[in-house]
Nanobody, 115 residues
Framework: QVQLVESGGGLVQPGGSLRLSCVVSGFTFSKYAMAWYRQDPGKERELVAA????????KYVNSVKGRYNISRDNAKNTVYLQINSLKFEDTAVYYC????????WGPGTQVTVSS
């Protein structure tokens, strides 16, 4: 049974930082590229960062380049998202999943940027 459990979100001021974590179980984590997605209320979920199975390559959407850093620890079945220089528009629920052929979604973790 696939399970993804995100954590690390919170309420932060603009310019702050957060580190999100996602612990994965139910599939062979090290064989899959992984990604972080986010969703605002009333909007579609969007992929914001992705990392290859062994962590050798990463990709980001333009709006987060230079501020987001995705990483993974295959020994811990965990993918991370470091978010720096947070902006109001980063407010969303953040989810992790496979970068392609994604499966069930976890509960996500809420990131709220507010002064």
């Amino acid at each position: 049974q696939v399970q993804l459990v995100e954590s690390g979100g919170g309420l932060v001021q603009p310019g702050g930082s957060l580190r999100l974590s996602c612990v994965v179980s139910g599939f062979t984590f090290s064989k899959y590229a992984m990604a972080w997605y986010r969703q605002d209320p009333g909007k579609e979920r969007e992929l914001v960062a992705a990392i290859t199975s062994l962590g050798s390559s990463t990709k980001y959407v333009n709006s987060v380049k230079g501020r987001y850093n995705i990483s993974r620890d295959n020994a811990k079945n965990t993918v991370y998202l470091q978010i720096n220089s947070l902006k109001f528009e980063d407010t969303a629920v953040y989810y992790c999943n496979r970068a392609a052929d994604y499966g069930p979604w976890g509960p996500g973790t809420q990131v709220t940027v507010s002064s």
